[in-house]
């Protein structure tokens, strides 16, 4: 079944600073990938979301970008702000025998210092 | 209205309760989900409603009955649990397909 892998764990950055957080999957199949975003006690909310068939995609300062052959993708933030400061989640719909669910990487930790 | 409601926000209950949490959709979705997520951990999937009928049961424990009234609803039944089931348990809805899930607050649970 589908796989994601998320890095890093944790990332720290200086207010203004860009931020990149990276995933890949496993499952070749795969086609839709988005982005969560989940503040401390807050529900996971979705930020960007990319389909196979597009390769970039940007919403102000967030922009995810999806490199089917070497099966990842990428968030970008830029101009970091301390309110971007959360746990971000990548995922993958897997599609073989996972009912198209959404197969979510492990989180990384953003910290935005000001 | 672009929100998922979800009551209680907080509950405790002891290992011989019976309890229920709910959910609410007022967008149309045709699918729901129920989640449990640790802290600073991935949601993991639970139950997957589509059409009102259950269509994906992550073979999660019989202590936990979900069902789903209607296309609004979904409701999580609880009975007998253990303390590792505390957990802040997630309730989404997307249209059909598993895109872009909204996501309620979440029950905080804890079992003592």
């Known amino acids: 079944g589908e796989n994601v892998e998320q890095h890093p764990s944790t990332l720290s950055v200086q207010e203004g600073d860009s931020a990149v957080i990276k995933c890949t999957y496993s499952?070749?199949?795969?086609?839709?990938f988005p982005w969560y975003k989940q503040e401390l006690g807050k529900r996971p909310q979705l930020i960007i979301d990319?389909?196979?068939?597009?390769g970039e995609k940007k919403d102000q300062r967030i922009a995810v970008t999806l490199n089917k052959t070497a099966k990842h993708f990428s968030l970008h933030i830029t101009e970091t702000q301390p309110e971007d400061s959360a746990v971000y989640f990548c995922?993958?719909?897997?599609?073989?025998?996972?009912?198209?669910?959404?197969?979510f990487g492990q989180g990384t930790e953003l910290s935005v210092k000001p | 209205d672009t929100e998922v409601t979800q009551t209680p926000k907080h509950l405790v209950m002891g290992m011989t309760n019976k309890k229920s949490l709910k959910c609410e959709q007022h967008?149309?979705?045709?699918?729901m989900y129920w989640y449990k997520q640790k802290a600073k951990k991935p949601p993991e999937l639970m139950f997957v409603?589509?059409?009102?009928?259950?269509?994906i049961n992550e073979s999660v424990p019989s202590r936990f009955s979900p069902e789903c009234p209607n296309s609004s609803l979904l409701n999580l039944h609880l009975h007998a649990l253990q303390p590792e089931d505390s957990a802040l348990y997630l309730c989404?809805?997307?249209?059909?397909?598993?895109?872009?899930?909204?996501f309620g607050s979440g029950t905080q649970l804890s079992v003592l």
């Open positions: 990319i389909r196979s068939n597009v």
């Open positions: 989404a809805s997307s249209q059909l397909g598993g895109e872009k899930l909204f």
């Open positions: 995922a993958a719909r897997g599609v073989y025998n996972q009912g198209g669910k959404l197969i």
């Open positions: 967008m149309g979705h045709r699918a």
């Open positions: 409603y589509s059409y009102e009928k259950l269509s």
């Open positions: 499952d070749s199949a795969s086609n839709y």
